[in-house]
């Protein structure tokens, strides 16, 4: 079954970029979604299309997308951004799935 | 505003069967795909069922085939997932989540928790 592989974890101070990759080998054609999720909350869409941002979401959230990696970038992550974050797409049979999830900490 | 409110969670014995429910307000229910989404306690996120924009197809995760049912009424603005022969492994937070055909999941519900447990 097809699988997106994601960092278990990643830790930053306030104010340095945090980068969160996420790979999967039909990244090179298909899309990657980005939800972030705080404790206790619904998971909320962050990044659609590899790279735009739905209205709302601060700036310094950014998503990239090469070859078979998709990365998402927190420019001067803050101490509110710390969540897990999921990646989510689809490989070339339809096959729906989300990324196991990375912890981000900022502190 | 935008909402989808689940309901009908809550603590069931194992082998038993379940309900819930997904209300949608403030959107064009009948206009989009829908989707369940689960998350087990302290684990990640897994899609558990889709359907189309009008009931025609169906599709779902081989850990819920056969046991699970997704469905809809698009005039009560309702989407139903009907949950049988639960196992313990099915305990889990479910969410219902809008598929927007470019963003993606791009609103959900706060969630309903099942618990399967004797």
């Known amino acids: 079954s097809y699988e997106l592989t994601q960092p278990p974890s990643v830790s930053v101070s306030p104010g340095q970029t945090a980068r969160i990759t996420c790979s999967g080998d039909a990244l090179p054609k298909k899309y990657a979604y980005w939800y972030q999720q705080k404790s206790g909350q619904a998971p909320v869409l962050i990044i659609y299309?590899?790279?735009k941002r739905p209205s709302g979401i601060p700036e310094r959230f950014s998503g990239s997308s090469s070859g078979t990696m998709a990365t998402l970038t927190i420019s001067g992550a803050r101490v509110e951004d710390e969540a897990d974050y999921y990646c989510y797409s689809t490989d070339s049979s339809g096959n729906r799935v989300f990324g196991g999830g990375t912890k981000l900490t900022v502190l | 505003q935008v909402q989808l409110v689940e309901s009908g969670g809550g603590v069931v014995q194992p082998g038993r069967s379940l309900r819930l429910s997904c209300a949608a307000s403030?959107?064009?229910?009948?206009?989009?795909?829908m989707y369940w989404v689960r998350q087990a306690p302290g684990k990640g996120l897994e899609w558990v069922a889709l359907?189309?924009?009008?009931?025609?197809?169906?599709y779902y995760a081989d850990s819920v085939k056969g046991r699970f049912t997704i469905s809809r009424d698009n005039s009560k603005n309702t989407l139903y997932l009907q949950m049988n022969s639960l196992r313990a492994e099915d305990t889990a937070v479910f969410y219902c989540?809008?598929?927007?055909?470019?963003?993606?999941?791009?609103?959900w519900g706060q969630g309903a928790m099942v618990t399967v447990s004797s």
């Open positions: 299309e590899d790279s």
């Open positions: 403030g959107f064009t229910f009948s206009s989009y795909a």
């Open positions: 989540a809008r598929e927007d055909a470019a963003r993606g999941f791009d609103i």
């Open positions: 359907i189309s924009y009008d009931g025609s197809n169906k």
